[in-house]
């Protein structure tokens, strides 16, 4: 028998080659259809008002049930992508997509709602995944923009689409993200690390009532104050027994991560609020037809969007404080100058600006707020962010009723 040779070195196993990255088009292919389905009602809201039988303010709830689901369904598909890893939410979400484009065609509203209320959470578990794998500015930048472009044709979309079939099938948009499965499934890493810690059922709960109060408070103001209040206080005693929980304490205490959440929040309740009001305040003040207003309106977006994703790119060459300060001087004209603009031909840069703030701003911010987290927690800072983000898509539409189409 020979002996050993020592001098040789033992045969080991090559370590397997890392996953290739997720080219940046199949990200935003898997989370951009999310905002032309958000989006489509925009010009079509008086027909499914019809179809129902309600106000149009009345019908707006299809749009706020949407925004919420996604702004619930965000902290929780980041927990579970935390916890049981990307393809498990990749999974879950094409179910929940499929599932609720098929009831969002019944003839109740209160069916319809919750078939647009599954079709988000899908929608939020997707852009979870999406967000999770882009990692630079310039990724996020292709995703954002490509939230504002698809944003912008949501709306012109869904008036094409209802006009030549049904407003019911210009609300299946969102199902074309299913597309991009194949591809981000093949590519992503399905063996990272998941968290192993029990799951933090309580904080979990607190946080979504605490996001349905908050919806709620434009169309219910005094008990959804109340709610919202009662549970920010049983949350803070929650996580004060339980910092690293659902809402990790350390991220409160992260000053960019929150200031990055807060100020998202804000540019989207504006982009959302003037993006349903731009279309009614034109529709009254000129003699626009409904689809120049929106052919107007999608001219416009676009050129906001692709606005974002230049500065999005140029981003680390201008850095942060400049982008910025860029994005707070856009933010406040946008408001404002339709707050106080007597001119109707100002209303379309209206909606250029707004878009602009939105987009740049959640490719900059978010990536500040998940880079101030330690690695182990970022899929919930991404979460988080996101919850502050799409709570401006609830905001937005019932502002806009408020403001423009009267109560529902």
Do not use: K
């Not at 292919?29 to 149009?56: C, E, H, M, Q, W």
């Not at 996020?140 to 407003?167: K, Q, R």
């Amino acid at each position: 028998m020979p002996l050993l040779d020592r001098t040789r070195p033992l045969p080991t196993t090559a370590p397997p080659p890392e996953p290739r990255p997720v080219p940046a088009l199949w990200l935003a292919l898997l989370a951009t259809p999310l905002a032309a389905s958000a989006n489509s009602p925009v010009l079509i809201l008086d027909d499914i008002a019809d179809s129902f039988g309600v106000r149009t303010a009345t019908a707006t709830w299809l749009v706020t049930a949407f925004a919420w689901a996604v702004a619930v369904g965000t902290p929780l598909m980041a927990a579970l992508l935390r916890r049981r890893g990307l393809r498990v939410v990749l999974r879950l979400s094409a179910t929940l997509v499929l599932t609720g484009t098929a009831v969002v065609t019944a003839p109740w509203l209160p069916l319809a709602m919750t078939g647009r209320a599954v079709q988000a959470l899908g929608g939020a578990g997707l852009v979870t995944a999406a967000m999770s794998l882009a990692g630079t500015v310039r990724r996020m930048g292709v995703i954002t923009a490509g939230f504002g472009m698809f944003g912008a044709v949501g709306p012109l979309l869904g008036s094409l689409i209802a006009d030549t079939t049904s407003w019911r099938l210009s609300l299946a948009v969102g199902a074309v993200a299913l597309l991009a499965l194949p591809a981000v499934t093949r590519r992503a890493d399905p063996d990272a690390p998941r968290q192993t810690t029990p799951f933090d059922a309580r904080g979990a709960a607190l946080l979504v009532l605490l996001a349905t109060s908050l919806v709620l408070v434009p169309r219910a103001s005094l008990p959804a104050t109340t709610a919202a209040l009662t549970t920010v206080i049983l949350l803070a005693l929650h996580i004060r027994t339980r910092p690293a929980g659902f809402v990790p304490l350390s991220l409160l205490r992260t000053r960019t991560f929150l200031l990055s959440t807060l100020l998202a929040c804000a540019f989207s309740t504006s982009y959302f609020t003037l993006l349903f009001t731009v279309p009614q305040l034109l529709h009254d003040r000129t003699d626009w037809s409904t689809s120049t207003i929106g052919v107007g309106q999608l001219g416009a977006l676009l050129t906001g969007s692709a606005l974002a994703m230049t500065l999005a790119v140029v981003a680390n060459r201008l850095g942060h404080p400049r982008v910025l300060a860029i994005l707070l001087t856009t933010g406040a004209l946008a408001p404002l100058t339709a707050l106080l603009t007597p001119w109707p031909s100002l209303l379309l840069p209206v909606a250029t600006l707004a878009v602009l703030t939105t987009s740049a701003g959640q490719a900059t911010l978010g990536v500040l707020a998940v880079r101030s987290a330690p690695p182990p927690q970022r899929p919930t800072a991404i979460g988080l962010f996101n919850l502050g983000y799409q709570l401006g898509g609830a905001f937005g539409p019932a502002l806009a009723a408020l403001a423009v189409l009267g109560p529902a």
